[in-house]
């Protein structure tokens, strides 16, 4: 959603603001704007792609040292250049770009803006006006008195005329990092932003003030004390956030996957045996768990559908899995021998977040996993497992999904262990098939592969619906698979478990209708042939997915891709692979907006 930059330094401030909006567009955003003060505030603002915004200041020569930008998902009025930010107060003192909800916003317009002409339609105006009403002099308690006033969630960033060497910064529920540099500060929304400039960074914390200024950072607690900031080392790169040579990050990101594995299970093995030095959890810890509730959303829900399956059967954990927006609402039985694993690979997901908090006011612990450092679910969590799989850019989440499954199977597997319900042997051996993966996944993304993909994907150009149908562990992977058709070609994709479809649905199956079908698993492979052949038998043409070696198969469907074989068990973090690449060609072919598409943004901080 909405992005932030802030920079104080030397250089001209216009190039480093734009270049690192340029490096948020992958939130997903609806218009750009940028403040500046030269004798004054200079603002630019255009809706649309940020490249409107580049095209409207080319010629304008902008010698700026200190600025803000912004780049806008629409809540509170439509996309247009007037909501787009930055905002600022009548009295032009004041320039303001927000991420988040003002909730109280038209509250505050009534109490105490009567009398200001308001520029645009949104919740943000209102923090710029309120600073410009109540500026006496005194910045730091004007902004003070304004926060006092704020309902709802930011992240602030404050640009006042009268102080040309400094930029305010706050948040709370929302992201915020501050990036030092040598006589140069940066303030962000998120580390991408900051990557090209410095790899030093704090994360701030609710409620807290952080004065920027070219020479340092000051913060400043609630009551006005200076507090020591922690500085941390971003592990990612510049080049993280590059394409690298392939045309869209998602298809980058697919082909990460393998090194990912390879990351995870280095720092998760050591001479066969899971271990995670950040727990603290113990047999009697974890035996104690009666229940797990996996609570996450789109993505990282199907994730948990997986997940689901190899808690019950290593950890022999009852588990439910649950859309995190449901999970309050349903007001679900939860009490301290439940564990909460919220699932995001954001760590921003407003939704994911909200049901984190409901585990915790029922007393249950939680555990985050998530890809984001000191992102809000990690920082609320009472445990967390980071993915470590780099930055993912895409709106389609691939890698994250995977990592998000590898992660799920070593803490089966450690739990396993703890709650004592795993032999030696069954250890062994899924730790020995968890380590092939990595290459594998490879064989998968093979050069005259990928080309059988892309080919697949060829009979879907002009599809308008399709199904995926499979049984359990190849449903959860089917369900995957649709979002990523759906969510990057814009064709209608439905995942049905195979032996349901005979209860309704298959009213739907025509020739007009293309089948994905996953076999996979051996255990519910027959079963799955016998629902194959009633689609056939309603003239759909079906691509099967199954493991090498898989029988009869080739006689019954018009394409079958053959994946190479691996224990049933770890097949589904194989197996999605050939669908996101399906996807993935299907809307190149469609030629949609791959990385970015329609509606979307990578991640979701609005309930
Ligand atoms: C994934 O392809 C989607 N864009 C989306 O479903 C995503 O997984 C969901 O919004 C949750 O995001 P999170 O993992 O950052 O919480």
Same mark, same amino acid.
């Given at each position: 959603m909405c992005g932030i930059v802030g920079f104080i330094g030397v250089r001209p401030a216009k190039d480093i603001l734009l270049d690192g909006l340029a490096k948020l567009e992958y939130r997903g955003y609806d218009s750009a704007g940028i403040a500046v003060l030269e004798d004054g505030l200079e603002v630019e603002k255009s809706v649309g792609k940020l490249a409107n915004l580049v095209e409207k200041l080319k010629d304008k020569e902008l010698n700026a040292t200190i600025g803000i930008g912004h780049t806008r998902w629409a809540t509170h009025g439509k996309p247009s250049d007037a909501n787009a930010h930055p905002h600022t107060s009548a009295n032009k003192?004041?320039?303001?770009?927000?991420?988040?909800?003002?909730?109280?916003?038209?509250?505050?317009?009534?109490?105490?803006?009567?009398?200001?002409?308001?520029?645009?339609?949104?919740?943000?105006?209102?923090?710029?006006?309120?600073?410009?009403?109540?500026?006496?002099?005194?910045?730091?308690?004007?902004?003070?008195?304004?926060?006092?006033?704020?309902?709802?969630?930011?992240?602030?960033?404050?640009?006042?005329?009268?102080?040309?060497?400094?930029?305010?910064?706050?948040?709370?529920?929302?992201?915020?990092?501050?990036?030092?540099?040598?006589?140069?500060?940066?303030?962000?929304?998120?580390?991408?932003?900051?990557? %090209?400039?410095?790899?030093?960074?704090?994360?701030?914390?609710? &409620?807290?003030?952080? =004065?920027? $200024?070219?020479?340092? /950072?000051?913060?400043?607690?609630?009551?006005?004390?200076?507090?020591?900031?922690?500085?941390?080392?971003?592990?990612?790169?510049?080049?993280?956030?590059?394409?690298?040579?392939?045309?869209?990050?998602?298809?980058?990101?697919?082909?990460?996957?393998?090194?990912?594995?390879?990351?995870?299970?280095?720092?998760?093995?050591?001479?066969?045996?899971?271990?995670?030095?950040?727990?603290?959890?113990?047999?009697?810890?974890?035996?104690?768990?009666?229940?797990?509730?996996?609570? %996450?959303?789109?993505?990282?829900?199907?994730?948990?559908?997986? &997940?689901?399956?190899? =808690?019950? $059967?290593?950890?022999? /954990?009852?588990?439910?899995?649950?859309?995190?927006?449901?999970?309050?609402?349903?007001?679900?039985?939860?009490?301290?021998?439940?564990?909460?694993?919220?699932?995001?690979?954001?760590?921003?997901?407003?939704?994911?977040?909200?049901?984190?908090?409901?585990?915790?006011?029922?007393?249950?612990?939680?555990?985050?996993?998530?890809?984001?450092?000191?992102?809000?679910?990690?920082?609320?969590?009472?445990y967390v497992f980071y993915l470590q799989a780099g930055p993912e850019i895409s709106v389609a989440s691939t890698k994250a999904y995977t990592t998000m499954l590898l992660a799920q199977y070593l803490l089966a597997i450690y739990l396993a262990d703890l709650r004592e319900c795993i032999s030696q042997d069954a250890y062994a051996s899924l730790v020995h098939q968890l380590t092939l993966l990595p290459q594998y996944a490879e064989k998968i993304m093979l050069e005259e592969n990928l080309k059988q993909l892309a080919k697949l994907a060829e009979e879907y150009h002009d599809t308008e619906n399709l199904f995926f149908v499979g049984r359990g562990m190849d449903w959860a992977i089917a369900l995957e698979g649709s979002l990523k058709l759906k969510e990057i070609s814009y064709i209608h994709a439905e995942a049905y478990a195979a032996g349901e479809l005979k209860h309704g649905t298959l009213a739907l199956i025509t020739d007009k209708t293309p089948v994905i079908a996953l076999a996979v698993q051996g255990k519910t492979y027959d079963k799955t042939l016998s629902n194959i052949k009633e689609i056939k038998a309603r003239d759909a043409k079906v691509l099967a997915v199954v493991k090498e070696g898989a029988e009869q198969i080739d006689k019954v469907v018009d394409k079958v891709l053959y994946l190479p074989a691996m224990d049933d068990m770890v097949m589904p973090i194989l197996s999605v692979i050939p669908l996101q690449l399906i996807a993935y060609y299907t809307a190149k072919d469609r030629g949609c907006s791959i990385d970015q598409p329609r509606n979307l943004a990578k991640s979701v901080t609005v309930e």
């Open positions: 003192k004041f320039a303001v770009v927000h991420n988040g909800i003002i909730e109280n916003y038209l509250q505050l317009k009534e109490d105490y803006l009567n009398d200001v002409c308001f520029q645009s339609e949104t919740d943000t105006e209102v923090v710029a006006q309120l600073l410009g009403k109540f500026y006496d002099g005194n910045l730091e308690e004007t902004v003070r008195r304004v926060l006092a006033l704020l309902k709802g969630s930011y992240t602030l960033v404050i640009l006042c005329s009268d102080y040309p060497d400094l930029l305010i910064a706050c948040r709370k529920a929302n992201p915020l990092v501050l990036g030092v540099g040598e006589g140069e500060n940066f303030i962000a929304s998120d580390v991408p932003a900051l990557l %090209a400039y410095t790899r030093n960074c704090i994360y701030p914390n609710d &409620g807290e003030l952080c =004065f920027v $200024k070219r020479e340092g /950072i000051t913060i400043k607690d609630s009551e006005g004390k200076i507090i020591e900031p922690k500085i941390k080392q971003i592990l990612w790169n510049a080049e993280a956030v590059e394409k690298n040579g392939y045309e869209h990050y998602m298809l980058k990101e697919i082909h990460e996957q393998p090194d990912a594995f390879r990351r995870m299970l280095k720092n998760r093995l050591k001479d066969g045996k899971v271990y995670f030095e950040e727990f603290t959890w113990n047999k009697e810890q974890a035996k104690k768990w009666r229940k797990i509730h996996i609570v %996450a959303c789109g993505t990282a829900y199907h994730s948990g559908l997986v &997940g689901r399956t190899v =808690f019950e $059967k290593l950890a022999k /954990i009852p588990v439910e899995v649950e859309i995190a927006s449901e999970f309050r609402y349903r007001e679900p039985m939860l009490d301290e021998d439940t564990l909460v694993i919220a699932i995001s690979q954001s760590g921003e997901t407003a939704d994911t977040k909200a049901a984190l908090e409901e585990g915790k006011s029922k007393g249950c612990k939680v555990l985050a996993l998530t890809n984001v450092v000191d992102s809000a679910v990690a920082r609320e969590a009472d």
